[in-house]
């Protein structure tokens, strides 16, 4: 008997010391697992370098993108938009993706094919790809920045603090033969498009969009024909207006659907939203609420 229990109490203490040894490398490779993620934190915080075809490869697909690309806007030129679409897809595809500016100019084609169709929604989307590329290799300016922060388009020259990938990317643009001008020209022409489309889609929140894109065309560094130039400031003319209207429209649709909700959610207890009168206050623009037990009409 005493045996057994010898044995019962070796084998409890054998269990435990399996169960604190297990839990003590659960720990240590938890802890281990965290300073591993602690030491590599640092480095994803810079953005991945684009790997590069050798230049002679590179070369060639960019020939290749240029010959699809030049197919698509005979494509276009015919009126077949859908058909130049495809095109300007092919193009995409060979083209090496760390050549931001081609890779701009067949999103901003897209888009264009898109307005001609009146699909609204695909321009803003494509005209939106194309100016995130663009981004990546000028980013704009700060909506808040100061005069003396503006833009100078003549000065082609002076770039600070510059990190890897955004050096790799401008020489690529260098190396085929792009200047910053040719960013900014091309950053006007898709804004004008995605403002177009989002002024087309209408709705409060693209109207707003659209708002701000006129806006940000009617500064510099943005260079305007005298017709783009006419066209964004009718624009600003009636765009306020038009997001008046559309906001009021959609805040009372809004309502509406919340006053079906309310009367479903009240009406097992013999009361409506029309218990509730909503004033809105002039002055802030808040609204105060009173609880009238027999509105009227009941």
Same mark, same amino acid.
């Given at each position: 008997?005493?045996? $057994?229990?010898?044995?019962?109490? &070796?084998?409890?203490?054998?269990?435990?010391?399996?169960?604190? =040894?297990?839990?003590?490398?659960?720990?240590?490779?938890?802890?281990?697992?965290?300073?591993?993620?602690?030491?590599?934190?640092?480095?994803?915080?810079?953005?991945?370098?684009?790997?590069?075809? +050798?230049?002679?490869?590179?070369?060639?697909?960019?020939?290749?993108?240029? =010959? &699809?690309?030049?197919?698509?806007?005979?494509?276009?030129?015919?009126?077949?938009?859908?058909?130049?679409?495809?095109? @300007?897809?092919?193009?995409?595809?060979?083209? +090496?993706?760390?050549?931001? @500016?081609?890779?701009?100019?067949?999103?901003?084609?897209? $888009?264009?094919?898109?307005?001609?169709?009146?699909?609204?929604?695909?321009?803003?989307?494509?005209?939106?790809?194309?100016?995130?590329?663009?981004?990546?290799?000028?980013?704009?300016?700060?909506?808040?920045?100061?005069?003396?922060?503006?833009?100078?388009?003549?000065?082609?020259? =002076?770039?600070?603090?510059?990190?890897?990938?955004?050096?790799?990317?401008?020489?690529?643009?260098?190396?085929?033969?792009?200047?910053?001008?040719?960013?900014?020209?091309?950053?006007?022409?898709?804004?004008?498009?995605?403002?177009?489309?989002?002024?087309?889609?209408?709705?409060?929140?693209?109207?707003?969009?659209?708002?701000?894109?006129?806006?940000?065309?009617?500064?510099?560094?943005?260079?305007?024909?005298?017709?783009?130039?006419? $066209?964004?400031? $009718?624009?600003?003319?009636?765009?306020?207006?038009?997001?008046?209207?559309?906001?009021?429209?959609?805040?009372?649709?809004?309502?509406?659907?919340?006053?079906?909700?309310?009367?479903?959610?009240?009406? +097992?207890?013999?009361?409506?939203?029309?218990?509730?009168?909503?004033?809105?206050? &002039?002055?802030?623009?808040?609204?105060?609420?009173?609880?009238?037990?027999?509105?009227?009409?009941?």
């Amino acid at each position: 008997m005493a045996e $057994a229990q010898a044995d019962v109490s &070796e084998r409890r203490h054998s269990l435990l010391s399996v169960d604190w =040894t297990s839990k003590h490398k659960h720990i240590n490779h938890c802890m281990s697992s965290l300073e591993m993620t602690d030491t590599r934190a640092a480095p994803l915080e810079q953005s991945a370098l684009p790997e590069l075809f +050798p230049l002679e490869e590179e070369t060639k697909l960019l020939s290749e993108s240029h =010959t &699809e690309k030049a197919l698509a806007n005979k494509t276009f030129t015919a009126g077949e938009y859908n058909g130049a679409i495809q095109g @300007y897809e092919k193009a995409l595809a060979v083209c +090496p993706t760390y050549l931001e @500016y081609d890779i701009a100019v067949l999103h901003s084609n897209i $888009a264009a094919c898109h307005l001609k169709l009146a699909d609204w929604k695909e321009a803003v989307a494509s005209a939106t790809k194309a100016l995130g590329a663009l981004d990546r290799l000028d980013p704009p300016p700060p909506k808040d920045a100061t005069n003396s922060q503006e833009v100078n388009i003549e000065d082609k020259g =002076t770039i600070t603090e510059l990190d890897d990938t955004k050096e790799l990317l401008l020489s690529a643009l260098t190396r085929t033969n792009h200047t910053f001008n040719d960013v900014y020209i091309l950053r006007t022409k898709a804004l004008l498009r995605r403002a177009k489309a989002r002024h087309s889609v209408s709705g409060w929140s693209s109207l707003q969009a659209a708002l701000e894109d006129y806006t940000t065309l009617s500064k510099p560094p943005h260079r305007l024909s005298s017709l783009d130039q006419k $066209a964004v400031q $009718a624009a600003l003319r009636i765009l306020p207006a038009q997001l008046e209207q559309a906001k009021n429209t959609e805040m009372a649709d809004m309502m509406g659907k919340l006053k079906q909700l309310g009367n479903g959610i009240l009406k +097992p207890f013999g009361l409506s939203t029309d218990n509730f009168q909503f004033n809105k206050d &002039e002055k802030s623009g808040g609204y105060s609420m009173n609880f009238n037990q027999s509105p009227k009409g009941r």
